[in-house]
T-cell receptor
């Protein structure tokens, strides 16, 4: 099964952009790259997903490397409400397999 | 309902008792998932339903755990003869479509049931 590697934690200043990296060197050609986040005391929440092209939505942007072995979630202006655990996930069979994720801390 | 609903929100039980956790997915959602989450860790997959069919139960830890979704809507996760190691947050998620090639469906998670086994 394809695995992802993320830094354990990152810190950002409020109002500044945040780039959350993810490595997935064993990704297969049909695996979508998903990002979810989990705010304290809440369930995971969908952020964005993509296959090959860069993707944008109102929450974030997803930049996918040309070889698809890595991707970066971009929060354009971090706010205190973006402090959460961010999970980079690949499809495995019928399910999303979560890793430990990256704890994002946002400083005011 | 507007979102995935789980009940009870909290469940405290004594070791050896059976518990049933309920999940009411978003109306019309085909796929339903159960996850378990220990404190400080990511969610761990337990089982998956496509309508009423349990298509993947590879994550269920042992035969004390079972799940059903008899009418393709509400699901129940049952843990028999609970043990202290079963204590965790149990989360249900649903998605609109069944998985196809290149799994690209959004999952919507409920608030979870916090299970404590004393």
């Amino acid at each position: 099964d394809a695995k992802t590697t993320q830094p354990n934690s990152m810190e950002s200043n409020e109002e500044e952009p945040v780039h959350l990296p993810c490595n997935h060197s064993t990704i297969s050609g049909t695996d979508y790259i998903h990002w979810y986040r989990q705010l304290p005391s809440q369930g995971p929440e969908y952020v964005i997903h993509g296959l090959t092209s860069n993707v944008n939505n109102r929450m974030a942007s997803l930049a996918i490397a040309e070889d698809r072995k890595s991707s970066t979630l971009i929060l354009h202006r971090a706010t205190l409400r973006d402090a959460a655990v961010y999970y980079c996930i690949l499809k495995y069979g019928n399910k999303l397999v979560f890793g430990a994720g990256t704890i994002l801390r946002v400083k005011s | 309902g507007a979102g995935v609903s789980q009940s009870p929100r909290y469940k405290v039980t004594k070791r050896g008792q059976d518990v049933a956790l309920r999940c009411d997915p978003i109306s019309g959602h085909v796929s339903l998932y159960w996850y378990r989450q220990a404190l400080g860790q990511g969610p761990e997959f337990l089982t998956y339903f496509n309508y009423e069919a349990q298509q993947d139960k590879s994550g269920l830890p042992n035969d004390r755990f079972s799940a059903e979704r008899p009418e393709g809507s509400i699901s129940t996760l049952t843990i028999q003869r609970t043990e202290q190691r079963d204590s965790a947050m149990y989360r249900c998620a649903s998605s609109l479509e069944g998985t196809g090639k290149g799994f690209d469906e959004k999952l919507f998670f409920g608030s979870g049931t916090q299970l404590s086994v004393l």
